[in-house]
Antibody, heavy 121, light 109 residues
Framework: QVQLQESGPGLVKPSQTLSLTCAVS??????????WSWIRQHPGKGLEWIGK???????DYNPSLRSRVSISEDTSDNQLSLDLSSVTAADAAVYYC?????????????WGQGSVVTVSS | DIQMTQSPSSLSASVGDRVTITCRAS??????LSWYQQKPGRAPKLLIY???SLQRGVPSRFSGSGSGTDFTLTIGNLQLEDFATYYC???????????FGQGTRLDIK
């Protein structure tokens, strides 16, 4: 079955770039049938959409993060990447990758288990 | 940006109760509205998509309704496993950004 698995350093220093990957198994990220999103959740808070990428590599970002975020795809390894630059303590959160079906009303039907990120020197 | 206002922010109910959570969009989003359930330490789980369509495998006591700007999630005959936090989410085709409501925490009374 299709699975998403986030990974990355659990600890990032302030002002550095946070880099996470999302390994996708069971379906090709270039199949054309899906969008792939990153979402984060600050401790004890709600969900914040970061951005998404489609099978052609086209991206959309949350306007509040657009200047610092980049989402890309590695088709050879069938994985997605998230880079968030100039991090501060406010970027400490659980980061999720998730899938939505093209033409599926934007519903995120499959999620990874999440990757905890702490920002500290 | 489209803002989603969810209410109430929290509510208490008993097993067997029927509860309703509402979500209002700052502009019309047709039926591009989804509902999620999240339990502590877990990723969100899709319950409802297209405002009223039940995701495969989700119990029929969950139902959604609405269109345009006003939406509701109803849970009938609450079960112990339903006590969780619920989020609405919009994804209008004309506005590529996705936004979530602030969440509703459902506790046992």
């Amino acid at each position: 079955q299709v699975q998403l698995q986030e990974s990355g350093p659990g600890l990032v220093k302030p002002s550095q770039t946070l880099s996470l990957t999302c390994a996708v198994s069971g379906v090709s990220i270039t199949s054309g049938a899906y969008y792939w999103s990153w979402i984060r959740q600050h401790p004890g808070k709600g969900l914040e959409w970061i951005g998404k990428i489609d099978y052609r590599g086209r991206t959309d970002y949350n306007p509040s993060l657009r200047s610092r975020v980049s989402i890309s795809e590695d088709t050879s390894d069938n994985q997605l990447s998230l880079d968030l630059s100039s991090v501060t303590a406010a970027d400490a959160a659980v980061y999720y990758c998730a899938r939505s079906v093209v033409g599926g009303w934007g519903a995120l039907d499959l999620w990874g288990q999440g990757s905890v990120v702490t920002v500290s020197s | 940006d489209i803002q989603m206002t969810q209410s109430p922010s929290s509510l208490s109910a008993s097993v067997g109760d029927r509860v309703t959570i509402t979500c209002r969009a700052s502009q019309t989003i047709s039926n591009y509205l989804s509902w999620y359930q999240q339990k502590p330490g877990r990723a969100p789980k899709l319950l409802i998509y297209a405002a009223s369509s039940l995701q495969r495998g989700v119990p029929s006591r969950f139902s959604g309704s609405g269109s345009g700007t006003d939406f509701t999630l109803t849970i009938g005959n609450l079960q112990l496993e339903d006590f969780a936090t619920y989020y609405c989410q919009q994804s209008d085709s004309d506005a590529p950004a996705i936004t979530f409501g602030q969440g509703t925490r459902l506790d046992i009374k």
